[in-house]
């Protein structure tokens, strides 16, 4: 029956997008009751697909589009649980943006805005092809721009929109010359019948008719798009800056849409990956290093948004870091990192949302002059700190069940490849995660208020939407654990799977790694310990933070500093490299170069005129002994045989 309705999953917030920018000053909340509808009947309609399609089945419906191409809808298992998180997610952030927004004079714009967003990442989702997946992915780039700069009259906000337009340009350069590759490595494959090129289906079926070294290349073009949108190392510059949108807009972004896109990019294409020799390895290791070097500038940011800002490029590296453990643990770690995702989008929404309730209640973003909070804010104190202890993997939060599994397959990694790098990265990663995530607890609801604010608790438009998405941080892990990744491992087959490994030349491990009881229990001990280490400097105060939270101390002044990513980004690539080499070369050939070549043919046919124009002269007499000499010169050449 739903099955029947799948376009209206993407149809609905189109509507409600048309009809909230033109009329949205004549509908409620100026059109925002339209975008909650929209975005509410698109998650009904995805979860009645889940619930028809569970356990291993899947709809596919498909439309000619350029003869060998096509525009389609696919929802296997993969498909169907994202669209459950994202409409779902996406809707609870609609309801709370009726009360969150409800001053700004730009509410029919805001609402339009989030449902052609919503629409984009629904559209992403559901593409049975990559080039169709290509068409919604840039135009979530599109909304994330229009989003981010909102405000765009604040010149931190325009700046911001600017830049994460910029720096995921340059990913989605690199998306589109993998999917330019991979067509000119299948266009001559025999196509099925009923297929199309582009279709993921085809791509699959085409990997052992293209070159290992041609799917390295692919494949790591693909994942430098995933790795623009999903905020890794090295293009995740643009995604703390994207705080400067209203705090929705935030939540959005960090945990529904755009950023999980990069991840279900490379989930979606997994069997090239895994038929890849080494992308998986790229993969797992930028994962792995990102969700360090992220949660180590997470510690020392004050402004309560960034800190979840950093927070969420971690987790999206750890994501990663699941994906890459594939070469050892096969498809299964499809189910894992989207698990993770899934949780992630739960906690991390609703971290956000809790934040933007501070803001709201307190009308301060500085966790310096907050503290003392929570006998005025208990409801979202609360719901904070179960997001908290989900975000660090506190059994039995979502978190804990996530995480745990990521790091066990780092685990069995290490086992088999002999190398636990990629665990070490996971239990470090835990420990930082869960020292910010306290520190930013313990500041803004501990202790007593280090300003004269005056606080009071959001409406309940805000507050009931932070309960829904508590009660899914803590049973949502206790509930799926068991079955979800069941329910994934029905989206790529078996022998697709052994194929790709073996193109690929991976082995995957028959048996699960079973690690010794101490390093089983660690994630659980480093995210109590982060516990323990906030709570004595930041509620007990233990220890005097003034002598190292100084700018004379170098490595707080680094992460302060953020590595000095600004100054190496803009000042040295953008401006020296870009500017003073790119630039002024193209200075050189454009003034040297081309206009050299133009001003040398005008020289040369200016000075045969100015020859013949001597040669001119007006007598008769000249010309007569031009006219002779001629006529004998050619005598000479038809005597000589040269003509």
């Given at each position: 029956?739903?099955?029947?309705?799948?376009?209206?999953?993407?149809?609905?917030?189109?509507?409600?997008?048309?009809?909230?920018?033109?009329?949205?000053?004549?509908?409620?909340?100026?059109?925002?009751?339209?975008?909650?509808?929209?975005?509410?009947?698109?998650?009904?309609?995805?979860?009645?697909?889940?619930?028809?399609?569970?356990?291993?089945?899947?709809?596919?419906?498909?439309?000619?589009?350029?003869?060998?191409?096509?525009?389609?809808?696919?929802?296997?298992?993969?498909?169907?649980?994202?669209?459950?998180?994202?409409?779902?997610?996406?809707?609870?952030i609609?309801?709370?943006?009726?009360?969150?927004?409800?001053h700004?004079?730009?509410?029919?714009?805001?609402?339009?805005?989030?449902a052609?967003?919503?629409?984009?990442?629904?559209?992403?989702?559901?593409?049975?092809?990559?080039?169709?997946?290509?068409?919604?992915?840039?135009?979530?780039?599109?909304?994330?721009?229009?989003?981010?700069?909102?405000?765009?009259?604040?010149?931190?906000?325009?700046?911001?929109?600017?830049?994460?337009?910029?720096?995921?340009?340059?990913?989605?350069?690199?998306?589109?010359?993998?999917?330019?590759?991979?067509?000119?490595?299948?266009?001559d494959?025999?196509?099925?019948?009923?297929?199309?090129?582009?279709q993921?289906?085809?791509?699959?079926?085409?990997?052992?008719?293209?070159?290992?070294?041609?799917?390295?290349?692919?494949t790591?073009?693909?994942?430098?798009?995933?790795?623009?949108?999903?905020?890794?190392?090295?293009?995740?510059?643009?995604?703390?800056?994207?705080?400067?949108?209203?705090?929705?807009?935030?939540?959005?972004?960090?945990?529904?849409?755009?950023?999980?896109?990069?991840?279900y990019?490379?989930?979606?294409?997994?069997?090239?990956?895994?038929?890849?020799?080494?992308?998986?390895t790229?993969?797992?290791?930028?994962?792995?290093?990102?969700?360090?070097?992220?949660?180590?500038?997470?510690?020392?940011?004050?402004?309560?948004?960034?800190?979840?800002?950093?927070?969420?490029?971690?987790?999206?590296?750890?994501?990663?870091?699941a994906?890459?453990?594939?070469?050892v643990?096969?498809?299964?770690?499809?189910?894992?990192?989207?698990?993770?995702?899934?949780?992630?989008?739960?906690?991390?929404?609703?971290?956000?949302?809790?934040?933007?309730?501070?803001?709201?209640?307190?009308?301060?973003?500085?966790?310096?002059?907050?503290?003392?909070?929570?006998?005025?804010?208990?409801?979202?104190a609360?719901?904070?700190?179960?997001?908290?202890?989900?975000?660090?993997?506190?059994?039995?939060?979502?978190?804990?069940?996530?995480?745990?599994?990521?790091?066990?397959?780092?685990?069995?990694?290490?086992?088999?490849?002999?190398?636990?790098?990629?665990?070490?990265?996971?239990?470090?990663?835990?420990?930082?995660?869960?020292?910010?995530?306290?520190?930013?607890?313990?500041?803004?609801?501990?202790?007593?208020?280090?300003?004269?604010?005056?606080?009071?608790?959001?409406?309940?438009?805000?507050?009931?939407p932070?309960?829904?998405?508590?009660?899914?941080?803590?049973v949502?892990g206790?509930?799926?654990?068991?079955?979800?990744?069941?329910?994934?491992?029905?989206?790529?087959?078996?022998?697709?799977?052994?194929?790709?490994?073996?193109?690929?030349?991976?082995?995957?491990?028959?048996?699960?790694?079973?690690?010794?009881?101490?390093l089983?229990?660690?994630?659980?001990?480093?995210?109590?310990?982060?516990?323990?280490?906030?709570?004595?400097?930041y509620?007990?105060?233990?220890?005097?933070?003034?002598?190292?939270?100084?700018?004379?101390?170098?490595?707080?002044?680094?992460?302060?500093?953020?590595?000095?990513?600004?100054?190496?980004?803009?000042?040295?690539?953008?401006?020296?490299?870009?500017?003073?080499?790119?630039?002024?070369?193209?200075?050189?050939?454009d003034?040297?170069?081309?206009?050299?070549?133009?001003?040398?043919?005008?020289?040369?046919?200016i000075?045969?005129?100015?020859?013949?124009?001597?040669?001119?002269?007006?007598?008769?007499?000249?010309?007569?002994?031009?006219?002779?000499?001629?006529?004998?010169?050619?005598i000479?050449l038809?005597?000589?045989?040269?003509?």
């Open positions: 029956m739903f099955q029947d309705f799948a376009y209206l999953i993407i149809l609905l917030p189109v509507i409600a997008f048309v009809l909230t920018l033109f009329f949205g000053k004549k509908f409620p909340a100026n059109g925002g009751i339209l975008s909650v509808i929209a975005v509410f009947s698109a998650f009904v309609i995805s979860a009645g697909i889940l619930i028809e399609i569970y356990p291993s089945g899947c709809v596919e419906q498909s439309w000619p589009w350029f003869a060998i191409l096509n525009f389609g809808i696919l929802i296997d298992p993969l498909a169907a649980v994202m669209l459950c998180m994202v409409s779902f997610v996406s809707f609870l609609h309801v709370y943006s009726v009360g969150y927004m409800s700004d004079h730009a509410k029919p714009r805001y609402f339009a805005e989030t052609l967003f919503t629409t984009a990442m629904l559209g992403v989702v559901l593409s049975d092809n990559i080039l169709q997946f290509f068409i919604f992915w840039e135009l979530v780039g599109l909304c994330s721009y229009l989003l981010i700069g909102f405000w765009y009259r604040k010149p931190t906000a325009a700046a911001a929109a600017k830049k994460a337009f910029l720096v995921t340009r340059v990913g989605d350069v690199l998306f589109l010359a993998g999917i330019i590759i991979l067509y000119l490595n299948i266009r494959f025999q196509i099925p019948d009923g297929a199309y090129l582009l993921f289906q085809t791509m699959f079926a085409a990997i052992g008719h293209i070159p290992p070294s041609q799917l390295t290349v692919i790591l073009l693909f994942f430098g798009g995933a790795v623009g949108k999903s905020g890794q190392f090295p293009l995740h510059i643009w995604l703390p800056d994207a705080m400067e949108g209203p705090t929705t807009v935030s939540a959005l972004i960090h945990a529904a849409t755009m950023v999980t896109a990069g991840v990019l490379v989930a979606r294409t997994f069997p090239i990956f895994l038929a890849s020799p080494d992308a998986l790229v993969v797992a290791y930028i994962g792995g290093f990102t969700a360090i070097f992220a949660a180590t500038m997470g510690l020392v940011m004050n402004d309560i948004k960034r800190v979840l800002a950093y927070s969420t490029v971690s987790q999206l590296g750890y994501m990663m870091l994906l890459g453990t594939g070469i643990i096969g498809a299964e770690v499809v189910g894992v990192s989207m698990f993770h995702l899934i949780s992630h989008a739960f906690f991390k929404a609703l971290l956000f949302l809790c934040a933007g309730s501070v803001i709201h209640g307190l009308g301060l973003q500085d966790l310096r002059q907050m503290g003392g909070a929570f006998s005025k804010m208990k409801i979202t609360i719901t904070m700190l179960i997001a908290s202890l989900a975000l660090t993997g506190i059994p039995p939060t979502a978190g804990f069940f996530s995480k745990d599994a990521i790091i066990e397959g780092t685990y069995a990694y290490g086992i088999h490849t002999g190398s636990m790098a990629l665990y070490a990265m996971g239990i470090i990663a835990a420990l930082l995660t869960s020292i910010y995530t306290y520190r930013l607890w313990f500041m803004a609801f501990a202790g007593k208020p280090r300003t004269n604010y005056h606080a009071h608790e959001s409406p309940p438009s805000m507050t009931v932070l309960i829904i998405l508590a009660i899914l941080a803590l949502f206790l509930v799926a654990h068991g079955a979800f990744g069941g329910f994934l491992e029905h989206t790529y087959s078996e022998n697709l799977i052994e194929d790709a490994a073996a193109i690929g030349g991976h082995h995957i491990a028959t048996e699960h790694a079973h690690p010794p009881t101490i089983f229990y660690m994630p659980i001990i480093v995210g109590v310990l982060g516990f323990v280490i906030s709570w004595l400097i509620s007990k105060r233990v220890i005097n933070m003034s002598s190292i939270v100084s700018k004379r101390n170098p490595i707080y002044n680094l992460l302060l500093n953020r590595y000095y990513q600004q100054k190496i980004y803009i000042e040295f690539i953008a401006i020296t490299i870009v500017y003073r080499v790119l630039a002024l070369l193209g200075e050189f050939i003034r040297r170069i081309i206009d050299g070549i133009i001003d040398g043919i005008s020289y040369v046919i000075t045969i005129g100015e020859f013949i124009r001597r040669i001119q002269t007006g007598v008769v007499q000249h010309y007569a002994a031009f006219v002779v000499a001629g006529v004998v010169v050619l000479l038809l005597q000589g045989g040269i003509l």
